[in-house]
């Protein structure tokens, strides 16, 4: 068989596609927020409505952490300790968008 041009831009296409896609699947990288002594009352502040183990069922399934309020904490935080950004940071208005609170 003889591989002419029309199979040459398809096989191109797969490959893009594939880089891309490979590309994508890697992302999932972002550091989540240590569960550690320094971080409590990022945790505290998050579960302080968190409902008790004898609260319905209902509660507990549609219970959400209360991220606005604790990601107040963050920067002031980080500031006064001098943690860094990397020098590319995305924006970071919403930092628990993108590093998870741990269980
Ligand atoms: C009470 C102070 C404080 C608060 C509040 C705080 N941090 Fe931190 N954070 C630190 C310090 C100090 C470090 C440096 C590493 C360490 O000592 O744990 C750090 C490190 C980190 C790291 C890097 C961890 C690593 O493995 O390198 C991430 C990510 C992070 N904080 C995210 C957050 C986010 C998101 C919030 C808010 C939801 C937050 N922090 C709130 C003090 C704080
Ligand atoms: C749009 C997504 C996004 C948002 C919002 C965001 N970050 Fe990040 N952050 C990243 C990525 C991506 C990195 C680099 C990869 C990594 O976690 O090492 C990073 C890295 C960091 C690091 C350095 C981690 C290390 O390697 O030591 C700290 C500290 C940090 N972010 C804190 C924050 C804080 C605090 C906020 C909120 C004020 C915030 N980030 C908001 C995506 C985000």
């Not at 002594?37 to 945790?43: A, F, G, L, R």
């Not at 959400?64 to 943690?83: F, I, Q, R, S």
Request: some cysteine.
């Amino acid at each position: 068989m003889k591989i002419d041009k029309r199979d040459w831009s398809f096989i191109a296409l797969v490959a893009v596609v594939l880089i891309v896609f490979i590309s994508i699947s890697g992302k999932e990288t972002t550091k989540p927020v240590p569960n550690d002594v320094t971080h409590k009352s990022v945790y505290d502040e998050a579960y302080k409505n968190a409902p008790t183990t004898d609260a319905s069922f209902f509660k507990k399934t549609f219970f959400k952490p209360a991220k606005k309020d604790a990601e107040k904490l963050c920067e002031p935080c980080h500031t006064a300790n001098g943690v860094k950004f990397p020098p590319n940071h995305p924006p970071k208005n919403r930092c628990l968008f993108c590093h998870k609170l741990q269980k």
